[in-house]
């Protein structure tokens, strides 16, 4: 399943979550009991998070959807490195690996089949699950000043973006589009943005994120399948948004 390997891959940070179909029991000890199992694999001292979480929900009828905000809690475990964490809350389990990334297949994956049900266990759940998701944040640098985005992008964002009545050069900029699969219940977030560099370096945010919506409450295994097929997705995603010019800085 593994897709292009690059020695030098511009992966910040990846991520793998499953959403419970139903709110797990949370006690102000559970994070002590949670680490206490865990702390094996994930010997460092766990943080607490508050996370606010902005929904776009189409209503029926209506021409926009509606937002909607959710305020979730999450303990966050990681290794001793601090680099390969996972991430537990009453909502949703994810397994995290900031730079540098080892790799889908030999990193993630193993971690998902041994992490994500032993969790479900530890929150005395039932392994069900209402979607699952694959998020890659890249970042991309380029040691030039003045250069064409298209040189390093094939994002229909990146031409002619300025009005012709304004003779200048874009400085920073940031595109977001979001996207729904014909076929299948999958969403795309897909995230485009320049970021603050140190003279004479550009650099860039490639944030993608694919979404598996079950129609129907999924088991572990059914869901760390689909895992699998919205990873490959987003390969192919990142593959087809990229030159091979923008290859070359990762070789």
Not at 17 to 23: S, V
Not at 83 to 103: D, E, F, M, N, W
Not at 207 to 213: A, H, K, P, T
Not at 221 to 250: C, G, H, P, Y
Request: aromatic share 10%; net charge negative; glycine share 4%.
């Amino acid at each position: 399943m593994a897709g292009t390997k690059y020695k030098n891959p511009p992966i910040e940070e990846a991520v793998c979550q499953f959403t419970l179909a139903q709110r797990a029991p949370w006690e102000p000890d559970t994070a002590r009991h949670l680490f206490e199992k865990l702390r094996d694999r994930y010997p460092a001292m766990p943080t607490q998070q508050q996370i606010l979480q902005a929904n776009l929900t189409p209503a029926p009828g209506a021409e926009t959807p509606g937002l909607s905000l959710a305020q979730n809690e999450r303990v966050v475990f990681a290794d001793t490195s601090g680099l390969s964490q996972l991430a537990i809350g009453p909502t949703a389990i994810s397994i995290h690996r900031v730079k540098p990334y080892i790799g889908f297949d030999e990193d993630m994956l193993p971690r998902v089949e041994r992490d994500i049900p032993a969790s479900v266990e530890l929150l005395k759940q039932s392994p069900a699950f209402s979607s699952v998701s694959v998020r890659y944040i890249n970042k991309i640098e380029v040691t030039t000043g003045t250069f064409d985005l298209n040189e390093y992008f094939n994002y229909w964002g990146t031409a002619d973006v300025l009005p012709a009545s304004f003779d200048g050069t874009i400085t920073g900029f940031f595109y977001r589009t979001v996207a729904t699969e014909r076929s299948r219940p999958v969403t795309l977030s897909l995230n485009l943005g320049s970021l603050v560099a140190p003279k004479d370096i550009a650099a860039f945010a490639l944030d993608i994120e694919l979404v598996y919506n079950f129609e129907e409450v999924a088991d572990a295994a059914t869901s760390i399948a689909q895992l699998v097929e919205i990873k490959t997705a987003e390969n192919l995603i990142f593959e087809s948004l990229i030159t091979d010019k923008a290859r070359e800085l990762f070789k």
